[in-house]
C-alpha cells in the first residue's frame, strides 16, 4: 500500500510501530524530528481504515504544501479549509468531504470557530483525526496557539475517531499535557530520531554585553550562509540586522512588529537565499523547512530547552554541518523570568469564571473577551486554567460553558485554578533554570540534551565545543535509582528521574519542576524515596 500510493520504498525507525498503532484504533502520539516521515504515518493508514481523514494543521503554508504533495500521488483525494479558500470552495469541499468523495481535508484550527464546519465534519464520521504540529496546545509547548484548545471538544463531538497527535519536539511534561487536551484513551507514544548529530553546539560565555554582541556578529560575519539568528526583543532584532547589513551582509529582522505582508515578504526572501541572514523573535520559525541552514545563533537566552531545540533544529536538514551555538550572559535570565511573568491573581479568575457562569448555555470567546475586558492571552490562560479544575469546558466552536462543577463555591474554584497557575509558573522557573544548567555543562551537551527529552545518548557526542575541549568525562548514570523511575520527595511530592550528571542528579516533579540534587546527599539523607 505504501509502496503503490506513495512510493515508500522502506518505513523508518518509529514510522511502522506509530502507524500499526493508529490501525489498531489507539490514540497515539508520535514525537519524531522534522524531516522524519511523520507525513506518512497518518498517509497510510488513512487509505486502509474507512471514513475520511481530517488533518487540524496551523499554518496555511504547511497545508499547501501537504495537499500538493497528496494530488501528485493521489489526484483528487485532498483538499483545504482555511481563510484563503472562497464560500464556494469551503462548502465545496466540505460537501465532498460528507459524501466520500475526499480522503484528506486539511484545516487550520480557527476554522472550528464556524458551526457549519464541525457539523460538516460530525456527518462526515472521520475514521481518523490528525493533529499536526501538536506541541501547539500545550501552553508549556514553544508556540502555545490558543485556537489549539478547541480540539478536545472536537474529538468528542466527532464520536472520538483515532487521534493521531504529530510534533518534532516535546518534553514529557509537553507530551502528557497534549494527550490530556486531546483527551487520548490509552495513548501510544512513539519517540524517536531526537539527535541531529551533525550540528556542532556550543555556548560562548561573557561577561559584558557589547563584547556578546561584537563576538556575535563577528562570527556570523565569518560563517558559511545562510544563517538565523535569534534575538530575545524587537529592538535587539532590528539593531542587530542593521549591524550585520553594515558588514555587507544581506540581512533582516523579522518580528511579530511588523505587518504580515512585510513578514511574508522577508521569509520569502530567506526561502530563496536572498538573504544572508535573517534575525528574528520566535516569531519566525514553524513552518519553515529550508535545507542548508548552515548556523543558528542565540543572542539570548530562550525560554526553556524546549524552545531551543526547536530553534537549533532549523539547522543543518540537508544533513550537512551545521552549527548551533548560545551567546550567553547569565544576566540574560533576568530578561527571560520578566517575559515569564505576568501570573494571574485570583480577581481575574474570579472575573472569567463569574461571566462562564452568567451564561450558562456557553458564551463564545470573543464574546467573554469583550466583557471581562482582558487581552486574549490572559483569558485563555484563565480558561485554562479554569478547564485544568473542571469548573469550564470548552467546545469544538470555541463556545464555552460552565462545567459539571459549576455548582461549586466561586471562592473554592478561584482557589483551586490559583493554584494550578502558581503549580504551572513554578515549572516554568524549573524549565528555564535547564537552560542556565545547559549554558554552565561541563560534560557533553547533546548528552544534556537528548536525555532532557527522555532519550538515552551513551558517551560523549564528539561534535560539542566540550568534547572539542579535550577528553570528556562521561556524565555519570548510574546512582540510587534507575533513569525513569518515579520518586517522591518529602516537599517535592512525586517526580521521575531524569538523568545523572556526575555527582549530580536531574528529577521532574511533577508539580515542583525540575529540581537538580546531590547524589549523595540523596543517598546519605534519604532525601528520595520509590513512589
Not at 464556524?114 to 457539523?119: A, D, G, I, L, S
Not at 499535557?177 to 556542532?200: H, Y
Not at 545563533?297 to 526553556?304: I, P
Not at 464574546?367 to 483569558?379: A, D, G, M, N, Y
Request: a negative charge.
Amino acid at each position: 500500500m505504501a509502496r503503490e500510493s506513495f512510493g515508500f520504498e522502506e518505513l523508518r525507525p518509529g514510522q511502522r510501530e506509530a502507524i500499526e498503532a493508529v490501525l489498531e484504533g489507539r490514540d497515539t502520539l508520535v514525537v519524531m524530528s522534522t524531516g522524519s516521515g511523520k507525513s506518512a504515518i497518518y498517509e497510510i493508514p488513512a487509505l486502509i481504515m474507512p471514513g475520511p481523514t481530517v488533518v487540524v494543521s496551523p499554518l496555511v503554508s504547511l497545508q499547501r504544501d501537504q495537499v500538493e504533495a497528496i494530488d501528485d500521488e493521489l489526484p483528487g483525494e485532498a483538499a483545504d479549509l482555511n481563510a484563503a479558500a472562497s464560500e464556494r470552495q469551503r462548502a465545496e469541499r466540505l460537501r465532498a468531504l460528507r459524501h466520500d468523495e475526499l480522503e484528506f481535508l486539511f484545516l487550520a484550527p480557527e476554522q472550528l470557530a464556524r458551526p457549519e464546519t464541525v457539523e460538516s465534519l460530525r456527518a462526515a464520521a472521520p475514521s481518523l483525526l490528525v493533529v499536526d504540529e501538536a506541541h501547539s496546545i500545550s501552553e508549556w509547548g514553544h508556540d502555545f496557539r490558543p485556537d489549539y484548545l478547541r480540539l478536545g471538544g472536537l474529538v468528542e463531538e466527532l464520536g472520538h475517531p483515532t487521534v493521531l497527535a504529530l510534533t518534532a519536539t516535546a518534553s514529557p511534561p509537553v507530551r502528557e499535557e497534549i494527550v490530556e487536551r486531546l483527551r487520548m484513551d490509552d495513548a501510544a507514544v512513539v519517540v524517536r530520531g531526537f539527535d541531529r548529530p551533525n550540528i556542532w553546539l556550543a555556548v560562548h560565555a561573557f561577561r559584558e554585553e557589547a563584547d556578546k554582541r561584537k563576538a556575535l556578529v563577528e562570527r556570523v560575519t565569518d560563517q558559511p550562509k545562510p544563517g538565523i539568528v535569534y534575538a530575545a526583543t524587537r529592538r535587539v532584532a532590528d539593531e542587530l540586522a542593521a549591524e550585520l547589513a553594515e558588514r555587507g551582509l544581506r540581512s533582516a529582522a523579522y518580528h511579530a512588529g511588523m505587518g504580515r505582508k512585510r513578514r511574508d515578504e522577508i521569509q520569502e526572501r530567506f526561502m530563496d537565499d536572498d538573504l544572508d541572514v535573517i534575525v528574528a523573535t520566535t516569531a519566525f520559525g514553524m513552518g519553515v523547512d529550508k535545507p542548508n541552514v548552515r548556523f543558528v545563533y542565540h543572542h539570548a537566552v530562550s525560554e526553556s530547552i524546549d524552545s531551543y531545540y526547536q530553534e537549533i533544529g532549523r539547522g543543518g536538514r540537508d544533513d550537512g554541518p551545521a552549527e548551533a551555538v548560545l551567546f550567553w550572559r547569565q544576566e540574560d535570565l533576568g530578561l527571560r523570568r520578566f517575559f515569564a511573568g505576568g501570573q494571574l491573581d485570583g480577581e481575574t479568575l474570579e472575573r472569567v469564571v463569574r461571566a462562564v457562569r452568567h451564561h450558562r448555555r456557553g458564551v463564545f470567546a470573543a464574546e467573554l473577551q469583550e466583557e471581562t475586558e482582558l487581552s486574549e492571552t490572559r483569558l485563555m490562560t484563565a480558561l485554562g486554567r479554569l478547564e485544568d479544575v473542571g469548573a469550564v469546558q470548552v467546545a469544538a466552536d470555541g463556545r464555552v460553558s460552565p462545567a459539571d462543577g459549576r455548582s461549586l463555591p466561586v471562592d473554592d474554584v478561584v482557589e483551586a485554578a490559583a493554584k494550578e497557575e502558581e503549580d504551572r509558573h513554578r515549572f516554568d522557573r524549573s524549565r528555564l533554570e535547564m537552560m542556565r544548567a545547559y549554558a554552565e555543562h561541563e560534560h557533553c551537551r547533546r548528552s544534556f540534551l537528548l536525555t532532557y527529552f527522555g532519550e538515552e545518548h551513551a558517551g560523549a557526542c564528539g561534535n560539542c565545543d566540550n568534547c572539542d575541549a579535550g577528553p570528556v568525562e562521561p556524565a555519570g548514570s548510574t546512582g540510587p535509582f534507575e533513569v525513569g523511575a518515579r520518586v517522591v520527595h518529602g516537599e517535592w511530592g512525586e517526580g521521575v528521574v531524569q538523568r545523572y550528571d556526575g555527582d549530580r542528579m536531574v528529577v521532574l516533579f511533577d508539580a515542583a519542576g525540575y529540581k537538580t540534587m546531590s547524589v549523595e546527599l540523596v543517598s546519605e539523607r534519604r532525601l528520595l524515596e520509590p513512589a
